[in-house]
């Protein structure tokens, strides 16, 4: 058994697939069984018919031959066309009325028995009309049993097709937030973007404008020395204290000094900005230097 058959067998697969899910087990097997053994008869009328053409027509040896061949093909048609009735999903009533015609095909097989050949076709008595008429008659009620069932089959597709089919034509998809952020995830996983939307690059390089620390005004800031000698010195600076002479204090940094300084801590600053690709802690050991020079410029 191949890994697609289902555990019934290939015959409920067959019955899936071009009719649908059966009802009972007993009308499929017994369905396919008088379908098959009708196609069964009819090849072995053939055979039969083919054969009896080796005799001269109308001799015993014929006759022999033919008789077998028209009889098994007048019941293979009738027995084809129940297993028809029978697989299809159809009425009990249907299925009785398709066994009754079969019936009547059959004594009409039984009266061609009977009349062949010597009442046969303008022969003796000839009853080749009564018994094509009687054979006539059970065809007719199995074609039209056939016909009923092919029909409320069809009717029954059209039910089942309708009520499978979505009522609302303008309901739209839904998605989840997860199938959203997922969709989202994929069509950004081959783009770089850094913030603000900008692409990102691959260097390593840090620049700052010549002019960054040009608002730092050199010339505003100023050191103040104070210079004491001897025991002179400090009587004037206590009288000075108490409100007498004025203590004057002279620097002896000069602004060339402080400008030769601070280019040296810029110098300094721009070897760090090279050495580091982190702008964050270059920006704050900057801030530092800064902030230590003018502690120092305001000490002196």
Known sequence: ??????????????????????????????????????????????VLFLWSTNY????????????????????????????????????RRVQYASIAGVAVTVV??????????????????DYTAEVIAVYAVGLAALT??????????????????????????AESESYTDEEIQSDIDAAMEDVELSWGGVQKTEHKRLS?????????DVDSVGTKTTRSSGVDAQVAGLKGLKGGDTKTTTSSATVDDQTQKLKELREQQRAEELATDDSSGLVAAVTGRLASLRNRLGRN
């Open 1 to 46: 058994m191949s890994a697609e058959q289902s555990p019934d067998g290939y015959l409920f697969d067959v019955y899936r697939r071009y009719i649908g899910e059966p009802e009972d087990r007993t009308d499929i097997y017994a369905g396919f069984s008088l379908f098959l053994g009708g196609i069964g008869l009819g090849i072995i009328s053939l």
């Open 108 to 125: 009409a097989v039984g009266g061609f028995l009977y009349a062949y050949p010597t009442d046969w076709n303008g022969y003796g008595a």
């Open 144 to 169: 039209a049993s056939t016909g009923a069932a092919l029909i409320a089959h069809y009717l029954d597709m059209a039910r089942e097709a309708q009520r499978i089919e979505p009522t609302d034509d």
């Open 208 to 216: 700052f404008s010549e002019n960054e620390f040009d608002e730092v």
């Open 56 to 91: 001269a027509a109308r001799s015993d040896a014929y006759f022999t031959w033919t008789e077998p061949a028209y009889a098994l093909v007048m019941v293979a048609l009738p027995i084809l066309m129940l297993g028809i009735v029978v697989l299809l999903p159809s009425e």
